[in-house]
């Protein structure tokens, strides 16, 4: 065809047709490096940020996002920075992101003007690359978030203040309750005698006016401004409760000696009332005396009498006269008519005296918000114990490509984790195994009641170089070095977030790692194992083949079916972690039920729940249902699973 062509042409069409070669093998490439999980990563600083504030200071707080992509990819991202504590979002927005380009953004975080606790914000970032011809991407979306812990306490002077005023205000509240509690025993006693002979109008007016003040007081401390709280103290108070104290011991006093009074009234009249029958068989005699009797009755019962000393006097005449009477005994029973009196002897012990104040002060603990709940912070071992509010690391499993960055594993359970945040947990992105404890605050992540949930990867090993640490990415380690590692995550978690026990969720190889770890440092510090599509009893050759050609060996070799590592692990038994399978079905894998990577029966562990998640293969290499597992769209069984194991 190309010898009818002008010799001109030939070379044209030649140069044409490299092109053409060239620019498809360039496309092919571009697919393969994609398929091959060379797609888009995201690098977000900082990681997480613990801040401590005193003083009521402003933070700045500065954001920077970069990506790293292949060829001429471009990405779509949407970020948004929340205050969780308050349920709200202070900004937001979506940009493209090209090759090198990068995403800064900076925000002033503020402490509130009162008291101390805890706020929680969450930068979070989700982009996607934008598929075109030298970009053929999944279009998968890449998460990452940084959670910013900002705990704020009282001023210096705030601290030093509190104490003080607490013991003099509660020193307050106790003598304002002991003047509450004897006011309303004399009001007690008033309702039941002669009220016009004591009159209280003057110090129920002082007991409510210092009650009203006090309160204001209370409502300072309440509110948590312990400077104004003491700038309102003085010793006025303390000499106006004395005085109030002093007017109502008086007050007591002079209704004691009434009291008794009245009880010796009461006494005289039922002695008299029990020889009713027999006044009446000395009517010649008594007569007079019942008239006279019945007049004093009157006054007694309408309080129509100066006062009791007066009373008292007329009973005693009248006792004098009954004790002249000759009750002589007559053959019939005659009863005269004597008025029945209506008041009767006062016990002040049988009287209900309460009072509504409350002599002892809140403690005023530290507040921590979480999406708009504010509740004191989890400080308490009952909280910090709850199993429900124990953390949950994500682990993922092994790297289908050895060279790709860790990073690219660690988006595997992102969706997930955001979907775990809209039931409650909160979403503290990837944790890096730091040991420079001294940059975080013990048990900071743990202070809002709501469990955390991380990410983490096992492929970085943390260099110290004079205590400056790097992490260096390490792929090439066999499970017992990674399990290491796991224990380095375990024991951070534990620390920042206060809890003694951690849950794992661990998806394919992270799950043999999670085992392992518990065989090398035992089971106290699992609540929950999960295994996603972990091939407890190995891959079989198949997989293993395809194993060796794209990962790394060793852990190829470890997760082979009857290797010596299996052999070991599976000769360990748990006995005090929980332990939960979650495994793929519906791929033809020669002649074997499983996920595409591993087959059914090799996902199960001896003394484990198993669930089932019913799928299939699709792709090219039919083995896309063991990575679509952690898809909460394709497959939402396994994500109603952990909820429900969560749960129990």
Known sequence: MLDNLPRKLKPLILLLGVLILVFVLVIILVKISFLAGFDLNLFLEPGDLSLDVKDREAVEVNFTLKTSNLYKCVAECSYEFEDLSRGKSIDSDTIMLKPKEELSRKYILESPEIGSGQRIYNFKVSCKNIKSLFCQTSGATVLKNSIITLNYDLTEEEQVIKPNVKIELESYLTKLRKADLNLNEIKGIKEK??????????????FSGLNLEINNLVYLWGIEHYTNLYESLNESYELRLETLDNELTEINKSLGEILILNNNIVDFLDEVLSYNSTLGKTLNESYFFVDELNLFIDEFNNDNFTNYSSLYDEMDLLKNKYLELNLSYIEEDYYVNITEPKKSKIDILNLTIESDIEIVLSDNPPICCIFGD???????????????????????????????????????????????????????????????????????WGLSGRPITVRATYYYEVLDNNGTYTLIPRKSDD????????????????????????????????????????????????????????????????????????????????????????????????????????SGRGCD??????????????????????????????????????????????????YTYLKKILNE
């Open 193 to 206: 005698i002669y009220s016009d002979e004591i009159t209280i109008t003057k110090v129920e007016e002082d």
């Open 374 to 444: 504010c509740n004191p912070c989890c400080t308490d071992e009952i909280c910090k114990d709850d199993p429900s509010n124990f953390p949950i690391i994500f682990l993922h499993g092994h790297a289908f490509n050895k060279k790709n960055s860790p990073e690219s594993s660690l988006n595997s359970f992102s969706e997930i984790q955001s979907n775990l945040e809209e039931e409650g947990y909160i979403n503290a992105g990837i944790v890096s195994p730091y040991l420079e404890y001294s940059k975080f605050k013990e048990g900071e």
């Open 589 to 638: 894998m020669k002649w074997q039920d499983g996920d595409g990577i591993v087959t059914y029966k090799d996902s199960l562990l001896e003394d484990s729940k198993n669930f089932e998640v019913i799928g299939e293969c699709s792709d090219l290499l039919g083995m896309d249902l063991h990575s679509d597992l952690l898809d909460p769209e394709k497959h939402p069984e396994t």
């Open 479 to 582: 499970i017992t070095i990674y399990a290491k590692r796991l224990n380095d995550i375990v024991e951070l978690v534990k620390y920042r977030t206060g809890k003694s026990k951690v849950n794992i969720v661990a998806h394919s190889m992270g799950g043999l790692v999670s085992r392992e770890y518990i065989r090398l440092y035992g089971e106290d510090s699992v609540n929950n194992l999960v295994l996603i599509g972990t091939p407890n009893q190995g891959i079989i050759p198949k997989i293993y083949t395809f194993c060796r050609v794209l990962g790394e060996d060793k852990e190829c070799d470890q997760m082979k079916e009857g290797s010596d590592f299996l052999d070991i692990l599976n000769s360990f038994k748990l006995s005090n972690v929980s332990a939960y399978t979650i």
